[in-house]
C-alpha cells in the first residue's frame, strides 16, 4: 500500500531485514531525506562517510548499499530510476534557515521532523546522522564550491531500496526552497516484501 508523506513533513518505522522500500516522488522535483538505524542497536546508524568510502563515489544509485557507521551494509539500491541522490549535505534545520536563507522566522525543517518522528523510537536530536538526500541535485564546482539545483526527479521517479539488516527508518518530504526549486509536494513511499 502506498503511504504519502504531506509536503515539509516526515515519518519513521520499522523496515525488517529483506524487506523493500521503494520512495517515490509522485510529482517532480521533491527531496526526501533518508536516515536509518539498526533496530537491534540504534547507536549503529547510517554513515555518509563510510558509504562513500566503501562505495568509492560521491554519486550513490543502483547497484551501491548505504553503509553504517560499524562498516556494515544497512541497505542495497535495487532501482534507482532519476540517478541523482547527495549525501554530502545534512537535513534542513532551524539553523539553516536563519544562516544559508537569512530568515529569522520559524521554518519547518527536515531536522525537525526527522527529531519528532523518531523520538518514540528511542532516537534523540543528537543522534540523527547525515540524510541520503533522494531525488536532491548537488554539484561541486572545479574549485570545490558546492550549490544546490533543482531535482531532475520526474512524476513517478523512485528509488527502490532492500534492508540488510532490521532497521529504524526516517523519513521526510524535504522543506528546505532551494532543494525543491520552491516548491514543495508530497512524497510517497511503499513497504513491499519483494520487488
Not at 525543517?109 to 527529531?115: A, V, Y
Not at 532516537?123 to 540523527?128: K, M, Q, S, V
Given at each position: 500500500m502506498t503511504e504519502m508523506i504531506e509536503k515539509q513533513s516526515g515519518v519513521a518505522f520499522y523496515l525488517k531485514k529483506g524487506a523493500f522500500l521503494k520512495v517515490i516522488d509522485p510529482q517532480g522535483e521533491q527531496v526526501s531525506d533518508l536516515v536509518a538505524f539498526s533496530a537491534n542497536d540504534k547507536r549503529e546508524k547510517l554513515s555518509s562517510g563510510k558509504t562513500l568510502d566503501f562505495e568509492s563515489t560521491l554519486f550513490i544509485t543502483k547497484g551501491h548499499?548505504?553503509?553504517?557507521?560499524?562498516?556494515?551494509?544497512?541497505?542495497?539500491?535495487?532501482?534507482?530510476?532519476?540517478?541523482?541522490?547527495?549525501?554530502?549535505?545534512?537535513?534542513?534545520?532551524?539553523?539553516?534557515?536563519?544562516?544559508?536563507?537569512?530568515?529569522?522566522?520559524?521554518?519547518?525543517?527536515?531536522?525537525?521532523?526527522?527529531?519528532?518522528?523518531?523520538?518514540?523510537?528511542?532516537?534523540?536530536?543528537?543522534?540523527?546522522?547525515?540524510?541520503?538526500?533522494?531525488?536532491?541535485?548537488?554539484?561541486?564546482?572545479?574549485?570545490?564550491?558546492?550549490?544546490v539545483e533543482p531535482p531532475m526527479s520526474k512524476p513517478g521517479d523512485y528509488v527502490l531500496f532492500r534492508a540488510t539488516m532490521d532497521l529504524i527508518i526516517g523519513l521526510t518530504a524535504c522543506s528546505a526552497e532551494q532543494s525543491n526549486n520552491y516548491s514543495f509536494k508530497p512524497i510517497a513511499y511503499e513497504i513491499l516484501s519483494k520487488p
Open positions: 548499499h548505504l553503509w553504517s557507521n560499524r562498516s556494515q551494509k544497512m541497505m542495497e539500491i535495487i532501482e534507482d530510476t532519476n540517478g541523482r541522490n547527495d549525501f554530502l549535505l545534512a537535513p534542513c534545520s532551524p539553523e539553516t534557515f536563519h544562516i544559508l536563507y537569512d530568515n529569522p522566522h520559524y521554518h519547518p525543517s527536515c531536522f525537525e521532523n526527522l527529531e519528532k518522528n523518531l523520538k518514540p523510537f528511542g532516537i534523540d536530536a543528537d543522534d540523527i546522522p547525515t540524510a541520503f538526500n533522494i531525488f536532491m541535485n548537488v554539484q561541486l564546482a572545479p574549485d570545490g564550491t558546492i550549490s
